[in-house]
């Protein structure tokens, strides 16, 4: 494979790292690595019409993924996913709605993005155990791609996730353990766990692949619409907050090839009930303050102290975006009537942010006439 990779960045002290051994996260400034490519060779090789011929999968970018060979490569058919536009008076009333349909990725949701990516990369640097914690579908997606990639998966999810998560985990191989409390509880006692058994931690942003795949929603999003067509505000349902990163590394790295100039306005949509992004993006902070009892019906959304949250806010701000806090029947509300009206299986999560676009709107934060885009992020699981 054609991977430009050069080094691992730590954005807070620009220490830079190489990717072998295997690394997590930089220790002494608790911040997520950020992979480096030569963006001059990327320029020369990633053409139009080379781009054009190649499959309408994640291989399409391998110069800007970390992926060096082709044995290394672990895939359930990733397919470039559609985007559908929708006729909204209510959500678009004179502009343009348009949804990622990333339920459709292999195990429904878009966390395959990620891990395809991660479990690839860990694969290629000699890892053989890889352990998650999980509010439920990245512990899915972790299972099944180590099942695909013969890797050893252990899986850590409070007890309210939901039950099609777990039974996903288990059917695919992978050892579950939950864990009293929330996602951060899993975390703790996983980390401790899968430490005295040589496991590689996938957590999101405490390893640096897993938003190089992210990173892919915003380049097939480009290839797709092209320069023009382009959104000008993206509402993302955010929990880890690896898709806000991975999106702007997408729009940067376009912008750096010459082919996008202006970036859509990112938009963070998250519960009343667990809304630590949102609630630092309106304080001006530089670091999220944690949630104490995090609640919301979105399991996804349930994440109460995004790891490396400076990435994050950064990458929010960076495009003059922002956050908002959705009420949970707002939420419950937003399902059904979008699911009833436009017959589009939708989860809480992106329930979420159909119902902050609504909230945005009415705030004059999205103009009537723009073109906006919400992120499907998976299917309806109950």
């Known amino acids: 494979m054609a991977s430009l990779l050069v080094d691992l960045l730590c954005p807070s002290c620009r220490r830079s790292f ?196 992210k990173k892919t929603m915003g380049l097939e999003m480009f290839w797709a619409l092209g320069r023009e067509g382009m959104p000008s505000a993206i509402l993302y349902p955010t929990g880890g907050g690896t898709g806000l990163l991975g999106m702007h590394r997408a729009f940067s790295q376009l912008r750096e090839m010459g082919w996008l100039h202006d970036f859509p306005r990112l938009y963070a949509a998250q519960a009343e009930g667990c809304a630590p992004v949102v609630e630092a993006l309106r304080r001006g902070r530089e670091r999220i303050a944690p949630v104490a009892a995090p609640k919301t019906s979105a399991s996804g959304l349930r994440v109460p102290a995004p790891f490396s949250s400076e990435d994050i806010l950064a990458a929010v701000r960076a495009t003059k975006g922002g956050g908002v806090a959705v009420p949970e029947e707002a939420i419950e509300s937003s399902v059904r009537r979008f699911m009833g009206l436009h017959g589009l299986s939708v989860a809480r999560e992106t329930g979420a942010a159909l119902g902050g676009l609504k909230i945005l709107r009415e705030e004059g934060a999205i103009d009537r006439q723009e073109r906006v885009l919400v992120y499907y992020t998976g299917l309806w699981m109950g």
């Open 18 to 213: 190489s990717e072998v051994p295997a690394r997590t996260y930089c220790l002494e400034c608790s911040r997520t690595l950020l992979a480096r490519y030569d963006m001059e060779a990327a320029k020369e090789k990633m053409t139009r019409a080379r781009l054009r011929g190649r499959p309408g999968d994640l291989r399409r970018f391998e110069e800007i993924l970390p992926i060096r060979t082709v044995q290394a490569r672990v895939s359930l058919g990733e397919t470039e996913t559609p985007i559908v536009r929708v006729s909204d008076p209510e959500l678009a009333p004179g502009g343009e709605l348009l949804v990622k349909m990333d339920g459709y990725l292999p195990t429904g949701t878009f966390k395959a993005r990620g891990m395809a990516i991660a479990v690839s990369k860990a694969k290629e640097l000699g890892q053989r155990s890889l352990f998650v914690p999980t509010a439920g579908n990245a512990g899915a997606a972790l299972a099944a791609y180590a099942a695909r990639g013969g890797l050893r998966s252990l899986v850590y999810m409070p007890e309210g996730a939901p039950e099609s998560a777990r039974q996903q985990v288990e059917l695919y191989g992978g050892e579950l353990r939950t864990v009293p409390g929330h996602i951060g509880d899993a975390g703790r006692l996983g980390r401790e766990e899968a430490a005295r058994r040589g496991a590689f931690d996938m957590s999101t942003l405490r390893e640096p692949w897993r938003a190089e795949g």
